[in-house]
């Protein structure tokens, strides 16, 4: 007994050290989460959406490319059903946005790099109509809805368009 009083002080600063050491791993592991973030989600109102043949070339582009800022946007199929939502996500795409707009209900400076030198057609196409069906966004789409093609997006390139120009087009 003698002898454990005597270690006493040792004993509690080997606690100590031992409580600061379990903390510092907790507060490490919770960065590691944060920084990992969610896994997407790429939720589907008919259980139909992966089966396109983009689906997996989308959700790898999405994966290394867009996730990192943004986990989901799930509001795509709103605009592009909107009036010029079509268009104006291509462009946003092609030739990145700055500009005011209307996010999540607040207005925000929307400041969007331009995808095109980054995709072929190939590619965008399987992005856009990614983000059609992701995150349970097809919810929105309507049925006869039609997807975009190569054809369209490129179709869309080589044209003069300033990424405010890009803004000034979104449908709201
Ligand atoms: C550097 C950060 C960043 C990267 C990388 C990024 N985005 Fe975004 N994107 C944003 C921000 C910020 C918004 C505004 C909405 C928000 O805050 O979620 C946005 C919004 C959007 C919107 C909605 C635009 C609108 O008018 O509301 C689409 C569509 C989009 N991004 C697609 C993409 C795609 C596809 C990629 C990958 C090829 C990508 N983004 C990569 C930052 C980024």
Redesign the pocket.
């Known amino acids: 007994m003698q002898r454990f009083l005597r270690r006493r002080p040792e004993l509690l600063m080997g606690t100590f050290v031992l409580v600061v050491a379990l903390g510092a791993g907790l507060f490490r592991a919770a960065d590691y989460v944060v920084a990992i973030g969610p896994e997407p989600t790429p939720a589907t109102a008919t259980g139909e959406a992966d089966t396109h043949a983009w689906f997996d070339t989308g959700m790898g ?2 994966d290394a ?6 986990a989901e ?1 799930p ?2 199929s709103e ?1 592009f059903v909107a009036d010029g939502g079509r268009d ?2 291509i462009d ?2 092609l030739y990145g ?1 700055q500009g005011e ?4 209900g607040a207005v ?1 400076m ?4 331009p ?1 095109g030198g ?2 072929d057609d190939d590619q965008m196409t399987a ?2 109509n ?2 059609l069906v992701a995150w349970g966004n097809d919810e929105a789409l309507p049925p006869d809805a039609e997807f975009y093609t190569p054809d369209e997006v490129g179709a869309a390139r080589g044209r003069d368009v300033s990424p405010r120009e890009v ?1 000034e087009h ?1 449908p709201w």
């Open positions: 582009l999405w490319h867009c996730y990192s800022c943004h946007v509001y795509v605009l104006y996500l946003l795409m946005a707009a209307e996010i999540f925000e929307l400041r969007h790099r995808y980054s995709f992005l856009l990614l983000m803004i979104r």
